[in-house]
């Protein structure tokens, strides 16, 4: 399709394979696969639901949420249901959010989805974007707990839409309108500018990890596992560098996945656990970045 390699792929991205959602599979089909194995893990029923976040930027259609396509198909009847748009930092804005409701007494059962069907948002013909992207959902219920040494210590978002120009998909808004112009020049796919965003994220994500460790009393040599949304093998590798954390500490699937944008972060928490890698007491730093730019990190007690 493009002028590649494997190994060109491999050695600037740590990629080697990925997933391509099945044809007429859409986003909300993921989500709820994703959703029902996690109510299975948390021992709880969709109909014990009190609200559902989807993160995601490629939803089923633009009208109506994915979340409430979830829902219905759930049967959690109990459950309101919104979407969040954050990209690749999706996820974690939707914990913050649940994390905020749950706090307050809003709620005491919030299921969190990242999903992404990002293969039909990519231009198979741009090199600097069509091998890095593929399709997944991961999903997290959220509910208070009992322990006060265990679970979510805190949340830390930040945006700047100054940079807002180094990833989009400038076409389909109300700036430029579906139309002939925007589909011939491929406005409605994913352009990157990916040195920038490397730039970018090596920048602000290790102040957001000292932040998440300085509200908590923490310090960098407390953290037992670093849970981290995965675009590049390089940045991940760059912003654990710069914290002085082992890469060991980090679980990656980029090189199985791809970059699944908001579904990276579940998707790794998931895996790190049922693997073993999780043990009772252990702290967890989260960290993810996403167009915006958006990003953040949170602070968890296993």
Not at 195 to 223: H, Q, S, T
Not at 235 to 247: A, C, D, H, K, N
Not at 262 to 270: F, K, R
Not at 288 to 301: K, P
């Amino acid at each position: 399709m493009v002028a590649t390699t494997d190994q060109w792929i491999s050695d600037r991205t740590g990629i080697k394979q990925r997933r391509i959602a099945a044809e007429g599979e859409v986003t909300s089909d993921m989500a709820v696969v994703a959703a029902r194995q996690a109510l299975a893990m948390a021992g709880c029923r969709a109909e014990d639901l009190d609200m559902i976040i989807v993160a995601t930027v490629s939803a089923d259609m633009p009208l109506p949420s994915c979340a409430v396509l979830v829902q219905a198909k759930l049967g959690a009847v109990r459950a309101f249901a919104f979407d969040v748009s954050a990209a690749c930092a999706g996820s974690l804005f939707g914990l913050s959010i649940a994390d905020q409701f749950i706090r307050a007494g809003q709620a005491k059962r919030v299921l969190v989805i990242g999903a992404e069907l990002l293969s039909r948002l990519v231009d198979w013909t741009d090199r600097n974007t069509c091998v890095l992207f593929g399709d997944a959902a991961g999903a997290m219920v959220v509910g208070p707990t009992p322990d006060a040494k265990r679970g979510l210590m805190s949340t830390h978002l930040h945006s700047d839409g100054s940079a807002a120009g180094i990833l989009t998909i400038p076409g389909g808004g109300s700036q430029y309108p579906q139309s002939e112009e925007v589909l011939s020049k491929n406005m409605h796919k994913i352009a990157m500018n990916g040195r920038e965003i490397y730039k970018f994220a090596i920048r602000v994500l290790p102040p957001a990890i000292l932040e998440a460790l300085d509200a908590n009393g923490f310090r960098v040599d407390d953290i037992d596992h670093i849970v981290s949304h995965q675009a590049n093998a390089r940045i991940v590798e760059s912003v654990l560098e710069r914290l002085g954390v082992p890469l060991e500490k980090c679980w990656m699937n980029l090189e199985r996945y791809g970059n699944t944008s908001s579904a990276s972060l579940p998707i790794s928490l998931d895996e790190a656990n049922r693997a073993g890698r999780l043990k009772e007491g252990d702290l967890i730093a989260m960290m993810a970045i996403g167009a915006g730019m958006t990003w953040g990190s949170a602070l968890m007690r296993w």
